[in-house]
């Protein structure tokens, strides 16, 4: 990868790595330190690169550095989110707010999967190849993330009714 097709990389994906880090940290100035230093580590590495394969480096990179930070600074603890209570507003609950608390409960690769394929539009290859997996495991992972998150919240209107 050339100094040409490294700023062409940094034009193209910024925003969207920027997205995907966001919806993880819910953290502004977290996401944008997460973008430098994935965009650091591409200039590092930009001689091993190819330039074809650069997206889906972008976010196996990005999707790496978050699970691991998440593990070692527990960004956002299992248990405090099992327990958080969902927010209200005027007696109403938000229905981002819960479904945000109910994406944190997921395993981080099924939460990857949920986000790279509904926030993202990224299709089955495309995930695979961020994630290491082949279509079929992303197909089951995405059908189970989908099928946790409805049951947590199919959970909470019981609780709620």
């Not at 969207?16 to 993880?24: D, M, P, Q, S």
């Not at 099924?110 to 495991?137: A, H, P, V």
Request: charged residues 35%; contains cysteine.
């Amino acid at each position: 990868m050339n100094r040409k097709q490294y700023n062409s990389a940094v034009n193209e994906f910024s925003e969207r790595v920027f997205r995907y880090a966001f919806k993880w940290t819910k953290n502004e100035e977290l996401s944008k330190d997460i973008v430098q230093e994935i965009f650091e580590k591409l200039w590092n590495n930009r001689k091993k690169v190819e330039a074809s394969k650069v997206k889906s480096w972008l976010f196996t990179t990005t999707h790496n550095h978050l699970v691991n930070n998440s593990k070692k600074k527990k960004m956002v603890s299992r248990e405090d989110l099992i327990f958080q209570e969902p927010c209200f507003k005027d007696n109403k609950y938000e229905l981002q707010d819960l479904i945000e608390v109910a994406l944190n409960t997921l395993p981080s690769v099924q939460k990857s999967i949920l986000l790279l394929r509904d926030s993202e539009g990224y299709d089955y290859k495309e995930i695979g190849d961020i994630l290491k997996l082949n279509e079929s495991q992303v197909k089951v992972y995405l059908f189970r993330a989908r099928k946790k998150i409805k049951n947590y919240l199919k959970d909470l209107a019981v609780l709620v009714a």
